[in-house]
């Protein structure tokens, strides 16, 4: 097999909070293939974010990789300079971020922000750059263009917003996108035509997409593949179909099944008892345990591997009896 | 049909702007907002009502309104068909009670639960000093919170659990009516299934009525028997909520429920509408929707539409061109 685009090698991150050292991120291993479209869903705190900016090197300043290795095209960021390093990851990698009026700069023209990274990165002139947003604009469905250079990003409705942050995103002409939470401010309609887009854009382009979002239906619609989080580590990893028909884990099985689809109506929704673990604190065993439904002895003491079943990964000692458990369980 | 306990006739709510003297002066009319303009609806006994519309269509105003935060600038509001005057008695006031979309906002952070409980269980004289106490564990564990829960503060609790202090507090006052805006909105999906099943289970249990305001289409199918669509301040569909999901008639109600995200395993995202909300405005002509409207006609352009019943069903659409 070609080497993946990017490929993470069992990162960990911690945070430095007043409560103690939180284990943010703890082994992770993810490969994106050119042109893959790959979603990763969990709960609040389930360091989905801080996935993302870790490999971007945006982490704030109280966190920090403590081990694991990144690689672009096979080459690893940590044998590079900073500069280097960002140098590369501006070339390679857009990023999209949920609240565009925090992402893009109040006080300069939307065709300044589009225009910057062909004009101060890549060396282009003034004319060339300027012309090359007006066609970013056009190509993410900004109508009128040429006149829309000259607006501020407070002028704009938030589903414009999002769409020059998305041309800004794709003007270093980057291989892949990372999109964290890009539709959730924003409403249903105008949501359905930011993920049309972005469908549009994987399609003639060929950008690989990483999406970060608790919504699980959106996953659904646009990517190809599902990693499931939770408590900082993958516990599910599948094509998006197979996930969603059968998924392999009690905790990717609980999540879809609590949330509530607009296809059916249903008597009550399933629900997760109990909270998420403490990250500041350690534990022994499946961090999941305590809330599922097919613990046994050994999840308390042992926590599961990411292990191959079927056509997926899953990181739970039972995943090959849990369905009978969880028959067991309604039974 | 039973017994109607809350009607609105005509309801509207219009946020009118602040004007320079210079400009009052000028005589300019200053900027009017018509947050709601125009709302007819009734809620029965023992139902949910979802309201859903996408920002600034007016489901939270027309919430508001309807508990009296904000005034009503015209139309008729009747609790038991008994009118309800600028000026609300106590016990109008006591019988439409809110549960809101951020629970750590909503609560004193000063008060423990208990206190806050006790506080306007005594203030409306509901029960007696000495039972207060019991009523007080008695809504706790109504909305699924352990009794230790008396003694803490809204910051020991998570965001699912304050939430069910919201649910307790607003129950205290047993209400005829609950509004419920975007209460679940701002939780976990897993803390969300938990809270839909608690107010599904008060339905059930205490024939709970409720108006259930929220910008998610998936959930409002889950909680409602009836449904209201809204756009630009107006009902635009109402009915039964099988029946709309099933067949919606309003060119807006099916352009927004083909643009929900689907659960359903191989679900591919269809083509996506165009355009955008337009800006509110004091005065619309013809239809508020025609300009994003895909079969809109000449006539919509002047023709405001009245929401009015398809074949004789509980089911009604504002589109002159259902009709």
Same mark, same amino acid.
């Given at each position: 097999?070609?080497?993946?685009?990017?490929?993470? $090698?069992?990162?960990?991150?911690?945070?430095?909070?007043? $409560?103690?050292?939180?284990?943010?991120? $703890?082994?992770?291993?993810?490969?994106?293939?050119?042109?893959?479209?790959?979603?990763?869903?969990?709960?609040?705190? &389930?360091?989905? &974010?801080?996935?993302?900016?870790?490999? #971007?090197? #945006?982490?704030?300043?109280?966190?920090?990789?403590?081990s694991g290795d990144i690689f672009i095209e096979g080459q690893s960021l940590f044998e590079l300079s900073e500069k280097a390093r960002r140098q590369l990851l501006a070339e390679k990698i857009g990023i999209v971020f949920q609240d565009a009026i925090a992402a893009l700069n109040p006080v300069l023209t939307v065709g300044t922000q589009i225009a910057e990274i062909p004009h101060r990165r890549m060396g282009w002139s003034k004319e060339k750059s300027r012309e090359r947003a007006i066609e970013l604009m056009t190509l993410v469905g900004i109508p009128e263009a040429e006149k829309r250079l000259k607006v501020y990003p407070h002028q704009l409705s938030g589903g414009l917003r999002q769409r020059v942050a998305i041309a800004i995103a794709l003007s270093g002409n980057p291989r892949l996108i990372f999109?964290?939470? =890009?539709?959730?401010?924003?409403?249903?309609?105008?949501?359905?035509q930011v993920l049309r887009l972005l469908l549009d854009l994987r399609q003639k382009e060929n950008t690989g997409i990483?999406?970060?979002?608790?919504? #699980?239906?959106?996953?659904?619609?646009?990517?190809?593949?599902?990693?499931?989080?939770?408590?900082?580590?993958?516990?599910?990893?599948?094509?998006?179909?197979?996930?969603?028909?059968?998924?392999?884990? =009690?905790?990717?099985?609980? #999540?879809l099944k609590s949330a509530p689809d607009m296809d059916h109506q249903v008597e009550r929704l399933f629900s997760i008892s109990g909270e998420a673990p403490d990250l500041t604190k350690t534990f022994v065993g499946c961090p999941f345990a305590p809330r599922c439904f097919a613990v046994s002895d050994l999840c308390r003491t042992t926590e599961p591997d990411l292990l191959p079943i079927r056509t997926s990964l899953s990181a739970c000692h039972h995943s090959q009896n849990y369905l009978d458990k969880l028959s067991e369980a309604r039974a | 049909m039973s017994e109607v306990i809350l009607s609105a006739t005509g309801l509207s709510k219009h946020f009118v702007g602040r004007q320079s003297l210079v400009s009052k002066l000028r005589g300019k009319e200053p900027l009017t907002i018509p947050a709601v303009d125009g709302v007819d609806f009734e809620i029965h006994a023992g139902e949910t009502i979802g309201l859903v519309g996408e920002s600034g269509c007016g489901k939270s105003t027309l919430g508001r309104t309807l508990v009296g935060l904000y005034p009503a600038t015209a139309g008729e509001l009747s609790l038991y068909g008994e009118s309800i005057g600028q000026e609300r008695t106590l016990e109008q006031r006591r019988s439409v009670q809110m549960i809101f979309q951020d629970p750590f906002a909503s609560l004193n952070p000063r008060m423990s639960v208990g206190d806050m409980l006790k506080e306007i269980l005594l203030f409306h004289k509901l029960v007696s000093k000495e039972k207060v106490d019991e009523r007080c564990k008695e809504l706790l564990s109504l909305v699924g919170l352990p009794l230790s829960a008396l003694q803490s503060f809204p910051r020991q609790f998570s965001g699912g659990q304050r939430q069910r202090i919201g649910i307790a507090r607003a129950l205290a006052l047993e209400p005829k009516i609950l509004i419920a805006d975007e209460a679940v909105s701002a939780l976990d999906v897993s803390v969300q299934a938990s809270i839909v099943n608690l107010l599904l289970d008060l339905k059930r249990d205490l024939g709970l009525t409720m108006l259930f305001i929220s910008h998610n289409i998936a959930v409002i199918r889950q909680i409602s028997d009836q449904i209201v669509v809204m756009y630009l301040g107006r009902i635009v569909e109402t009915g039964p909520t099988e029946q709309v999901f099933a067949d919606p008639q309003h060119p807006y109600t099916k352009l927004l429920l083909s643009s929900v995200p689907k659960m359903t395993p191989g679900s591919k995202l269809g083509e996506a509408p165009d355009g955008e909300l337009p800006k509110m405005q004091a005065h619309f002509q013809g239809c508020r929707f025609q300009s994003r409207c895909p079969i809109a006609v000449e006539s919509c352009l002047t023709v405001d539409p009245e929401l009015l019943q398809i074949r004789g069903s509980h089911h009604r659409v504002a589109c002159q061109l259902v009709h």
């Open positions: 097999m070609s080497t993946p685009f990017l490929s993470v $090698r069992n990162l960990h991150v911690d945070i430095e909070t007043n $409560r103690g050292l939180l284990k943010a991120i $703890r082994g992770i291993s993810l490969d994106v293939n050119e042109g893959q479209s790959i979603g990763i869903v969990g709960e609040s705190g &389930s360091g989905k &974010s801080i996935t993302l900016k870790a490999i #971007l090197g #945006l982490l704030p300043k109280n966190a920090r990789i403590t999109c964290d939470e =890009p539709t959730t401010a924003l409403d249903v309609t105008i949501q359905a990483v999406f970060v979002t608790h919504d #699980l239906a959106v996953v659904n619609e646009i990517c190809q593949e599902v990693n499931v989080m939770y408590a900082g580590r993958f516990v599910e990893r599948g094509n998006v179909q197979d996930t969603f028909q059968d998924p392999t884990h =009690p905790y990717a099985y609980s #999540l | -």
